[in-house]
């Protein structure tokens, strides 16, 4: 066997979904050399599978520590869908869609995070819901609508961000499995590939559902992988303009009339494959809110593996006994609304820039 190929880095980044990527885009604020190392392809795992809704499915429900994640990403996605255009061409299809949340039961819930989060919630009434979307059912009785929420195309995005990544001189690395961290006196100081051995004092973690295989078990961290399916329709006419939650369940339009609907939550450990059963569950909850997909076949069916966690926020902070090896993951259903926010707090740690007390509740 040959001699692997020593190379040398400020920052290694394990992970090239979307937390790795905009990571490794934060890192280049700070002038860091950076490799990028996949074990796929950039984004290709639950990055590319992700519905893309830049908003958490009821954001009533999030909790206040994390509200700061997704408040930060709601308030940036614009700007950063603006330069990824302009540097790479490619849209990624931010679109204010507006969301309808048909949980009314929450309702005041809803207006009370709306009052205190200077958001809009406007309560829909039956026949007002029949103008808004005349091809929900017409069982549904009241909704809450939020205007602002945003949505993106996951795939446009990851496109867009490895060219972006490309340009600014960040070395990737895809179809590269990482076989071990490097650490000596409990201090971070490389990886080892099947080719490759990567020299840096610098080590993220951004691996998503996997980061339990490379972050030591002593750490004690609590990240799993929670399998999600989804159906693809491609109905003959525009059928909904905005995006539909019940419960743990969406409809999403795209801006080409496609329509996503989401997504199982299944404790199913590494099987990242599809299901007839969920095949059957999802286009009875597509059938129950737009009655007209009933006479539309699902033109496609996938399945990904999100990092869940039994906690309320993801992990952003550095080993507790080995120097410079960090962590970015667990962010479960919420990594592109999160990712902005998680990325700028793990650039400032890396570079020191950042008092560790200040994200003690990400640790």
């Given at each position: 066997?040959?001699?692997?190929?020593?190379?040398?880095?400020?920052?290694?980044?394990?992970?090239?979904?979307?937390?790795g990527?905009?990571?490794?885009?934060?890192?280049?604020?700070e002038?860091?050399?950076?490799?990028?190392?996949?074990?796929?392809?950039?984004?290709?795992?639950?990055?590319?599978?992700a519905?893309?809704?830049l908003?958490?499915?009821?954001?009533?429900?999030?909790?206040?520590?994390?509200?700061?994640?997704v408040?930060?990403?709601?308030y940036?996605f614009?700007?950063?869908?603006?330069?990824?255009?302009?540097?790479?061409?490619?849209d990624?299809?931010?679109?204010?869609?507006?969301?309808?949340?048909?949980?009314?039961?929450?309702?005041?819930q809803?207006?009370?995070?709306?009052?205190?989060?200077?958001q809009?919630?406007?309560?829909?009434?039956?026949n007002?819901?029949?103008?808004?979307e005349p091809?929900?059912s017409?069982?549904?009785n009241?909704?809450?609508?939020?205007p602002?929420?945003?949505?993106?195309?996951?795939?446009?995005?990851?496109?867009?961000?490895?060219?972006?990544?490309?340009?600014?001189?960040?070395?990737?690395?895809?179809?590269?499995?990482?076989?071990?961290?490097?650490?000596?006196?409990?201090?971070?100081?490389?990886i080892?590939t099947k080719?490759?051995?990567f020299?840096?004092?610098?080590?993220?973690?951004?691996?998503?559902?996997?980061?339990?295989d490379?972050?030591?078990?002593?750490?004690?961290?609590?990240?799993?992988?929670?399998?999600?399916?989804?159906?693809?329709?491609?109905?003959?006419?525009?059928?909904?303009?905005?995006?539909?939650?019940?419960?743990?369940s969406y409809?999403?339009?795209?801006?080409?009339?496609?329509?996503l609907?989401?997504?199982?939550?299944?404790?199913?450990?590494?099987?990242?494959e599809?299901?007839?059963?969920?095949?059957?569950?999802?286009?009875?909850?597509?059938n129950?809110?737009?009655?007209?997909?009933?006479?539309?076949?699902?033109?496609?069916?996938?399945?990904?593996?999100?990092?869940?966690?039994?906690?309320?926020?993801?992990?952003i902070?550095?080993?507790p006994?080995?120097?410079?090896?960090?962590?970015?993951?667990?962010h479960?259903?919420?990594?592109?609304?999160?990712?902005?926010a998680?990325?700028r707090i793990?650039?400032?740690?890396?570079?020191?820039?950042?008092?560790?007390?200040?994200?003690?509740?990400?640790?």
């Amino acid at each position: 066997m040959p001699n692997k190929i020593n190379k040398h880095f400020d920052v290694l980044i394990v992970g090239g979904g979307i937390i790795g990527m905009l990571t490794a885009r934060k890192l280049l604020d700070e002038q860091c050399k950076v490799a990028l190392i996949e074990q796929d392809v950039l984004g290709g795992k639950a990055t590319w599978a992700a519905g893309g809704i830049l908003s958490p499915l009821n954001p009533w429900q999030l909790s206040a520590t994390a509200q700061p994640l997704v408040d930060e990403g709601r308030y940036t996605f614009p700007a950063l869908a603006d330069e990824l255009k302009q540097e790479t061409a490619i849209d990624i299809e931010l679109l204010q869609s507006g969301m309808l949340v048909l949980d009314t039961h929450q309702k005041h819930q809803a207006l009370e995070w709306a009052k205190n989060s200077n958001q809009v919630i406007e309560t829909i009434s039956d026949n007002d819901l029949r103008e808004f979307e005349p091809n929900l059912s017409n069982t549904l009785n009241e909704a809450l609508y939020v205007p602002s929420i945003q949505q993106v195309r996951p795939p446009r995005l990851i496109a867009a961000l490895k060219i972006y990544l490309q340009q600014n001189n960040i070395s990737i690395y895809e179809n590269t499995d990482v076989e071990k961290i490097l650490t000596e006196s409990n201090q971070a100081v490389g990886i080892t590939t099947k080719n490759y051995t990567f020299h840096s004092k610098k080590i993220i973690i951004c691996n998503g559902a996997w980061a339990n295989d490379l972050f030591p078990s002593t750490s004690n961290i609590d990240i799993h992988p929670i399998r999600g399916q989804m159906l693809l329709y491609q109905p003959p006419k525009r059928l909904l303009t905005r995006i539909i939650i019940k419960e743990k369940s969406y409809l999403i339009p795209r801006q080409d009339g496609h329509i996503l609907c989401g997504s199982t939550i299944e404790d199913v450990g590494f099987k990242n494959e599809i299901t007839q059963a969920a095949r059957l569950s999802l286009q009875n909850i597509a059938n129950e809110l737009a009655p007209l997909l009933s006479k539309n076949t699902p033109v496609r069916q996938w399945s990904a593996l999100r990092p869940g966690t039994g906690r309320a926020v993801p992990y952003i902070c550095e080993h507790p006994n080995i120097i410079g090896l960090y962590l970015n993951s667990g962010h479960y259903r919420y990594g592109i609304i999160m990712g902005i926010a998680s990325a700028r707090i793990m650039a400032e740690l890396v570079t020191n820039t950042l008092n560790k007390s200040q994200i003690k509740e990400f640790s």
